[in-house]
């Protein structure tokens, strides 16, 4: 997520991390393990989730990304396959990345792939 920061920080100057990021254990309804992580970034919401949903600049962003493609766009939905190194292994899976503006909120999930049990979100918020 720093990698996120740091791009932020390119297009806006005044976007930084203005807090230590929180970060939880979570278990999902199908049991498969994962981790909630809460972040204050000084960045308007609105430039916070349009990078979020950029994935043609995600090899920018996320340095162990090896090869990224996208296979379909649709308004508000973007089909990509990714390839990564993940230090033990090279996988590759692709993802369906959904887009709600109104909730501000970024949602995938794995349709493709070696990863069986890849989903999540983020959820961009304004705070005082």
Not at 43 to 58: G, I, S, Y
Not at 73 to 84: I, K, L
Not at 89 to 98: E, I, P, Q
């Amino acid at each position: 997520m720093l990698a996120i920061l740091a791009l932020l920080a390119a297009a806006d100057p005044g976007a930084a991390l203005t807090a230590a990021p929180s970060v939880e254990p979570l278990t999902a309804p199908d049991d498969t393990k994962g981790l909630r992580a809460t972040f204050l970034v000084g960045a308007p919401p609105e430039l916070v989730l349009e990078t979020l949903w950029d994935v043609k600049r995600f090899r920018q962003i996320f340095p162990d990304i090896e090869a990224l493609e996208v296979l379909a766009e649709r308004p508000g939905s973007v089909d990509a396959r990714f390839t990564v190194d993940a230090v033990l292994a090279k996988v590759s899976y692709t993802l369906r990345r959904d887009l709600d503006r109104e909730a501000r909120s970024v949602r995938w999930t794995a349709i493709a792939g070696d990863l069986k049990h890849v989903h999540g979100s983020w959820q961009v918020a304004p705070t005082d």
